[in-house]
């Protein structure tokens, strides 16, 4: 008897496992389905968090003034400004659409935009940084920006800065992302510009709503039918949190959903080769870099900064965990932007040429160094190979990794050795974003209001500040450019605080049948273009 | 399973306890041997610490030597057990990494017994205020699963192979407290404690040379059968990221990175995974064996 | 995965229970092992390294914002005013909001613990099912070939990390056979189709009547129970044998046996008969244990539980959060606990 228990116990167990698949085998022809990890999806507030993931939700819900086009960042695109002129004095003056309404039912109005653009630096929330970056402070904005009528927006310049910039590096990004003030007003709690409320819920025009958040697991988009654009061929987005990169890859070829986004190097090999799936790899501007605090004892020599960059295994590495990552590309300004080299920086990996700098510094008995990283590839990757490959100079790495919070806390209170990082600007097609995070640093005191990677890692040039400052007020072209040539010979002396890697690559897997989804290098990649095959 | 612990010896009454003691020892180690299994678990813990020791022999490459050109190689005559994403070869990475599981085992055991032994014998013996606030701390460290505690430590401590040790010891010390602790309840009213407590000796002393010493065989027994249980705590550690760095070739952590890799090239996460099944099964193994050999309802 | 620390825990609060002979002192007990657990975890939170500031603004975060967020979190005050504010806030009902969600703690694990418990209660079911009628087979065949194939094959999944278990049963299940769904709880077509009662799929979807949802959320569910069931199940298993053996040694079982009671009889009518309340006790410890495999397995199968949630709240320093959980935990724990004194006493003759 208690035999025939146990099969039964037995028979159940399998018979369940064996049960037909009932998922469906492809998702819908008016749904698009995503896979990513939504660990960096904290709020919805677009003008308070700025991981990649959230960017891109972001842009689903909220329209922008502009766009930059994913194919060639410096042209610009209209959303909700129709045109825009620069009048003689600088001005920016946008004449907005006057058909589009926010998903309250509120239309789109001069007022909230203008609120919208105030909103960052008087609620002092994240976005701000790239407002204060041209000149703009919460005693200044509103003054600076205001609205003229109900659908014209008029911006004044802050600083010399020429204000196409400023249409790059803000109004294109998330940072700009227009919010329903009448909405946000009816939901502000003591004054907190209603981060409380968006943190949550949806306040955008863009072409699809929030229908639903549960955080680490999924977030559900529903189509916006009033949308000016006419409204998208999908009816719904779902995006669904898959931390593990092997279950969205089994996911993606097995049709369970459309769009991986987070996979790891070998996936991307292997898909590529799949036909029914599309791999995009779209350069961005960022850069992987190994970041080093110069204001450390020994990596604050030149000479042992520039050590280091002999120490990396370009070749292996972009072989073997870069392939997919990232673009041999070493100068501080991105290929191909205005004032960029033509040449690549001349490195290698060379063990005798960094023993022999080691030695001119002093080092040539080797040293110890800690290296902080994501504990996600290709960060890991980096730092694994760059440990090795120190070794044989008698650098002692220590990898220590962590989530995003600990690691750059670390590096927020400029406490590190090494940082493998990526980042060092290029959200937007000018140069000035380069040179504006990885060597721009203003003020190199604990109370700078400007922590970019140059804070962070303590290089201070009063020189190389007033250089770039003069570059971005130039208006002509060729001189601008050779503005930027020089500021990257002076840089290069000073010996720089980042160990170049690659220049980004930000790649996804698509399934074939989707079209018209574009990768955009600025996070700002529109799904609502999306169709079905 | 404090009840199962107790120790007996067949045979005639003995005349001195060192005799006793003896006999009873001989007969547990000839009962304990006598079962297959518990052989084999042996055998494979033997296996384990003959690696760990000969590592530099056994291994055919350096377990650090990246080879970004030979990425991914699948198990063949270059690399037996194929090699990961940096071209290292992972038999030799396996073969080294048995010293880590080693050492977190050694460590913890070490770290834990002594700990144990002093909270319970302390709180056994003193009675009163003392033993409530030790065995209440017993308490809300044990009113806490031990993954999710050494969790929390290892998160606060920060991630790395010293730390878990530390983290696992500190969720690992409260049972063999409340074992010591039971054992010195008894002790305690012995006629023998009596005693030596009317010779005058201070009350360290009764605890340090006395109490102790006779509480040892079985904490060192509960100690062993909490191996396993360590071994799976670290490579959970080590696959949350938070247990040995990279390059340390333990083994959680190579079933953590391997996992990147698992459907083009299983051997990465899936020969790490095996070896700590087979070691924590080999001292499951031999815990079991323990058990069955002391339990009285089994004899 | 404590495999023996259960049975240690059992008796300790009956032990208080007794000596102090009232129900007060042991809700006083209980209240304080609570408050120790807060305190300890809001010492470790203290430490940690993580800046939940940046969890929220991400690395490019801006020096202004990050003062407002700073002061939001009132991470400016001393850490005994924080912890003053929080049980403050605790014994009005109120857990604090989460970082990593930037919502009321209590609603978040509304949401994510039903997740939880839905898996380790099926996973439970499967470790009983079979656990026990192996570890009566095994105590029957005591020292035979069918008690060592059971030994192995249930240590087997007590040794195996659930984590690989995990990945290869995805491997092997999900990416080559197609038996069952992937990762998460639902598919999505069938997100919407049934209401929210309880938060557990499995009942909801029966409730409302939807077989669909209900097969799918079981093919999603069936992998992950499956191993955690298959880990807990060595130990389940094993208490049964030793529990089975002591019973057949019993008088009143050679009595029936001489009475002429066939063999199937006296070991299901007599001996398990008896055994059925110790092994309750046993299961209720078991189901406690059961977190330490979830934290691992939801990492593997995105099962948008609470292990998740808890090492999200860990990894972001996210204070509130993780004390949120740790309460939870040690409720449960301490509830199990005391749950299966009380079974021992009220149930068990021996005891009376």
Request: proline share 5%; glycine share 8%; with cysteine.
């Amino acid at each position: 008897m208690f035999k025939s228990n146990t099969i039964a116990a037995c028979l159940l167990v399998f018979a369940v496992g064996a049960a037909p698949d009932r998922a469906l085998a492809e998702t819908p022809s008016d749904q698009l389905v995503i896979g990513m990890t939504l660990a960096n999806v904290l709020q919805m507030d677009p003008h308070d968090t700025g991981s990649y993931e959230k960017s891109h939700i972001s842009t689903q819900m909220y329209d922008r003034l502009v766009e930059m086009d994913p194919e060639n960042e410096s042209i610009l695109r209209p959303l909700l400004a129709e045109s825009w002129e620069f009048e003689e004095n600088g001005d920016l003056v946008m004449q907005l659409r006057q058909d589009a309404v926010f998903h309250s039912g509120n239309k789109v109005t001069a007022e909230d935009v203008v609120y919208s653009l105030h909103r960052p630096l008087l609620g002092a929330m994240n976005a701000s940084s790239t407002f204060r970056d041209v000149g703009f402070t919460p005693e200044n904005v509103e003054e600076l920006i205001t609205a003229e009528g109900d659908y014209t927006v008029r911006i004044r310049r802050p600083s010399d800065m020429n204000l196409v910039i400023f249409m790059y590096s803000a109004l294109a990004q998330t940072a700009g992302s227009i919010v329903d003030k009448q909405l946000v007003l009816e939901n502000e709690v003591d004054g907190d510009f209603g981060n409380a409320f968006l943190k949550n819920n949806d306040g955008g025009s863009g072409p699809f709503s929030l229908n639903r958040w549960n955080p680490n697991e999924l977030i559900v988009l529903d189509r916006f039918d009033d949308h000016w654009l006419g409204g998208s061929e999908m009816s719904r987005i779902f995006i669904m949190h898959i931390p593990e990169a092997q279950a969205q890859r089994l996911q993606l070829e097995r049709g369970d959903i459309d769009m991986a986004y987070t996979l790891s190097p070998s996936d991307y090999a292997s898909l590529d080769a799949n036909p029914d799936i599309d791999v995009q790899k779209v350069i961005g501007d960022g850069y992987y870099h190994i970041a080093m605090s110069t204001d450390h004892e020994i990596l604050g020599d030149p000479k042992v900064r520039l050590a280091l960059r002999y120490l990396v295994p370009y070749d292996g590495l972009q072989e073997s965990v870069m392939t997919y990552f990232s673009e041999p590309w070493h100068q501080p300004i991105s290929r191909g932007k205005v004032g960029a080299f033509d040449e690549d920086l001349p490195v290698s990996y060379d063990v005798d040429k960094a023993k022999e700098l080691l030695a001119e510094a002093g080092y040539a008995d080797g040293m110890e160094l800690e290296i902080l990283t994501l504990s996600q590839p290709p960060f890991i990757d980096i730092a694994t190979a760059f440990q090795e490959s120190a070794s044989a100079a008698g650098i002692d790495v220590k990898v220590t990794q962590g989530a995003g919070s600990v690691v750059y806390g670390q590096m927020r209170q400029r406490e590190f050795d090494l940082i493998v990082g990526r980042n060092l600007g290029g959200k937007y097609g000018d140069p000035h974003s380069n040179v504006a995070s990885s060597m721009y640093n203003p003020d190199n005191t604990e109370a700078s209001s400007l922590q970019n990677y140059a804070w962070r890692c303590s290089f201070y040039d009063e020189e190389l500040n007033a250089m770039i400052e003069a570059a971005a007020a130039e208006q002509d072209e060729s001189k601008r450019a050779e503005m930027y040539h020089e500021i990257q010979n002076h840089y290069e002396e000073l010996g720089p605080p980042f160990v170049m890697i690659g220049q980004r690559i930000d790649p996804f897997a698509v399934r074939t049948n989707v079209k018209g989804v574009i990768r955009h290098p600025s996070w700002t990649t529109r799904w609502d273009l999306a169709v079905k095959e | 399973m404090t009840e199962a612990i107790i120790i007996e010896g067949p045979g005639a009454p003995p005349e001195t306890a060192g005799q006793a003691r003896m006999r009873a020892l001989r007969g547990f180690v000839s009962r304990f041997v006598s079962k297959p299994l518990t052989v084999l678990g042996l055998i494979i813990v033997g296996v384990l610490i003959f690696t760990a020791i000969f590592a530099p022999l056994l291994a055919t490459h350096s377990p650090f030597a990246q080879d970004l050109a030979n990425t991914l190689q699948p198990p063949g005559a270059a690399h037996w057990f194929g090699s990961d994403e940096y071209g290292r070869d992972i038999y030799s990475r396996i073969v080294y990494g048995s010293r880590y599981t080693l050492l977190i085992v050694f460590m913890v055991s070490v770290t834990v017994a002594p700990i144990g032994l002093l909270v319970g014998c302390v709180s056994g013996y003193a009675g009163g205020w003392v033993d409530t606030v030790l065995m209440r701390l017993t308490d809300i460290f044990l009113s806490f699963p031990g993954l999710a505690l050494a969790l929390a430590f290892v998160a606060a401590l920060g991630a790395g192979l010293e730390n878990a040790i530390l983290a696992i010891s500190l969720t690992a010390w409260p049972p063999i407290a409340r074992l010591a602790r039971a054992e010195t309840l008894t002790i305690r009213s012995s006629d023998y404690i009596a005693a030596v407590r009317l010779l005058g000796a201070s009350p360290l002393r009764i605890v340090v040379r006395h109490v102790v010493p006779m509480c040892l065989p079985s904490v060192i027994i509960r100690v062993t059968l909490n191996m396993a249980a360590i071994i799976l705590t670290a490579a959970g550690l080590g696959f949350l990221g938070l247990g040995a760095q990279p390059p340390v070739p333990e083994w959680g952590a190579m079933t953590s990175t391997g996992r990147n890799y698992l459907i083009d090239a299983w051997w990465l996460a899936g020969i790490p995974g095996g070896a700590i099944l087979l070691v924590s099964l080999a001292f499951n193994l031999i815990g079991d064996g323990l058990r069955d050999t002391l339990d009285p309802r089994a004899s | 995965m404590t495999f023996p620390s259960g049975t240690e825990t059992a008796g300790r609060y009956a032990a208080y229970g007794r000596r102090a002979n009232n129900g007060a002192r042991l809700l006083g007990s209980v209240l304080a092992t609570l408050f120790g657990l807060l305190v300890l975890t809001f010492v470790i939170g203290r430490v940690l390294p993580a800046d939940p500031v940046i969890a929220i603004l991400g690395d490019d975060y801006d020096p202004a914002a990050y003062q407002r967020v700073f002061l939001e979190l009132g991470l400016d005050q001393p850490l005994y005013v924080q912890f003053g504010i929080y049980i403050k806030n605790i014994l009005t009902g109120d857990l604090g909001n989460a970082v990593i969600t930037g919502r009321p703690v209590i609603q978040d694990i509304l949401r994510v613990f039903p997740a939880t418990m839905e898996l380790a209660t099926i996973s439970l079911l499967i470790a009983v099912l079979v656990g026990v009628p192996l570890g009566v087979i095994a105590a029957v065949n005591r020292d035979r070939l069918p008690d060592h194939i059971i030994r192995v094959v249930t240590l087997l999944g007590f040794s195996a990390p659930v984590f690989w278990l995990g990945l290869m049963g995805l491997v092997v299940f999900y990416a080559h056979l197609g038996w069952v769904a992937g990762s998460g709880r639902l598919s999505l077509f069938y997100l919407d189709l049934v209401p929210y009662r309880t938060g557990l799929i499995l009942l909801d979807s029966l409730l409302a009547g939807e077989m669909d949802v209900f097969w799918d959320a079981l093919n999603h569910l069936v992998l992950p129970a499956s191993i955690l069931g298959y880990a807990s199940m060595a130990y389940i298993a094993r208490m049964t044998r030793s529990f089975m053996l002591a019973q057949m040694n019993q008088e009143y079982i050679l009595t029936a046996r001489i009475k002429g009671c066939s063999p199937n009889a006296v070991i299901w009518k007599h001996a398990f008969k008896n055994i059925r309340v110790q092994l309750l006790t046993i299961v209720a410890l078991t189901y406690g244990g059961l977190v330490d495999g979830a934290v691992l397995i939801e990492t593997v199968f995105a099962w948008p539980g609470f292990g998740q949630y808890m090492v999200g709240a860990l990894t972001f320093g996210d204070m509130n959060a993780v004390l949120g959980c740790v309460l939870l935990i040690g409720i449960i724990f301490v509830g199990l606990n005391l749950l299966s004194d009380a079974l021992y006493r009220v149930f068990d003759p021996r005891t009376k």
